[in-house]
């Protein structure tokens, strides 16, 4: 068992940075592959970029490739999303996920840990 607790959502105008955080509990916390989804209004949860245990290791969706970056830091059990060059588009809730396995799927169906996620508004 694993809670994911994000924060850093928030407003921003078009062309803005955000960073968003998502702290996990537990103490095996660099054993396994984290991640980011969001899911937009009235549009299906979507993946956004997951990054392996030891953080050697990212994956980020072409729609954000080269604006976002997904880092970890596991002394403090955390997993970043730095966004910048925020656009209107990437309006959405934003979600901290786990398998609390090595790999992490793209599919939001194959996902057994979500956080409540944050919600990120940009502004045109």
């Known amino acids: 068992q694993v809670q994911l607790v994000e924060s850093g959502g928030g407003l921003v105008q078009a062309g803005g940075s955000l960073r968003l955080s998502c702290a996990a509990s537990g103490r095996t916390f660099s054993s396994y592959a984290m991640g980011w989804f969001r899911q937009a209004p009235g549009k299906e949860r979507e993946f956004v970029a997951r990054?392996?245990?030891?953080?050697?290791?990212?994956y980020t969706a072409d729609s954000v490739k080269g604006r976002f970056t997904i880092s970890r830091d596991n002394a403090k059990n955390t997993v970043y999303l730095q966004m910048n060059s925020l656009k209107p588009e990437d309006t959405a809730v934003y979600y901290c996920a786990t398998q609390m396995g090595v790999v992490l799927t793209t599919r939001p169906n194959g996902i057994n840990y979500w956080g409540k996620g944050t919600l990120v508004t940009v502004s045109s």
């Open positions: 990054i392996s245990g030891s953080g050697g290791s990212t």
